[in-house]
């Protein structure tokens, strides 16, 4: 299909992005308690550390060095260039915020299991498949740009216990993901140049919108539990 | 064992590095025709191009988000910062100064099967394994930095038509494996602390040796043919 189409069906899938989860909807509307603010904190985080590996994957499956060039900043990026820095830590202090002890999420005992189903299905995938594909399942970033400042808006209006800095992450992903939506997309039309690999890139996304919308309905239950 | 035994006998390894094969001391002897030479420095390239996934795959594996922001450093020295830089394209430099156009080195049609074989056998292992045991197999770091001194004078010495420029990898490479060595033994030194994980590391190292003794093998019989 043509360039258009196919960036076409790859933003048509934006209604399966995690967004419209009844459990973030909730979120936005300032209706989530204190509990279960924790327990989506905490969960989330499984899937936060392990991007780095998710996107080394990536790297060790490609063997154009431009696109692995291009792909190391994410692991700087989560990581931070040193200790103490990175979108890991900015993630751990909103844990904080919310409440949470560091080491009750470092031991990730609040991890639910479909949620660690999901964030290992999604490692796996970058570990087993074609580079090209595990990169077009990173596009869900196309779609998060928009929802990330309305959820900063929304949390700094409704959760009055959390300050602006606490969101660090969120503040700081909103730019970078604005950019990095738009250097993925360019990556994935330019390499994937058959229908097949469009398919399957189409395919990488659809998947990843399923692995982030399990994560929020394993959150949820698990929240609802106590 | 203690720390000091199990360092002696990672260090106990060095006959078995690759600076003692037939083909080395050749090549040191200044007795390798210029063919022989080419056959070593295109098949020597399917080695140095896959170095960046090597580690990339032991970033994917691994946890630990101080040893991956460590290692992130080797991703780059090989790939370079930008295009045209970095440790391959001084492997290419070098491909060009023994002879080789640009071309048939990087459409591998010179590489042997064995080497094939050995370096897909390094990265397999570096994908499958437990990090510790694929960063201890890069240790044959410690046995490097020597023998690539002696290269360099007895290169230049030997084979008038090489310049100093044209061994830029070998000279950009002795300061880098210097600090690596030690850096790399620390790690394994220090996440290696039981007997059964020492053993392990020792076996990687081992098996590194393997790897790179029979990509000579390879390169030598590949050699000898024409």
Known sequence: MSSSDFIAALRGLSHRYWGTHPFHQ???????????LKIWAANRWYYQCVLPQKDAAIISNCPLPEIRR????????HDGAQAGDGGIERWLRLCTAVGLDREEVLDQRHVA???RFAVDAYVNFARTKPWLEAVASGLTEMFAGHLMQRRVADMLANYPWIAREDLAYFTNRIDKVSGEGKGTLDIVV????????????????????DVLWSMLDAIERAAAKE
């Open 70 to 77: 291009e792909w190391l900043d994410r692991i700087v990026y």
């Open 113 to 115: 299991p479909g949620v």
């Open 26 to 36: 909730r979120m936005h509307g300032g209706e989530l308690s204190e509990h279960e």
């Open 190 to 209: 330019r390499h994937a140049v058959t229908r097949e690999q469009q398919e399957k890139a189409i395919a990488a996304l659809s998947f990843k919108t």
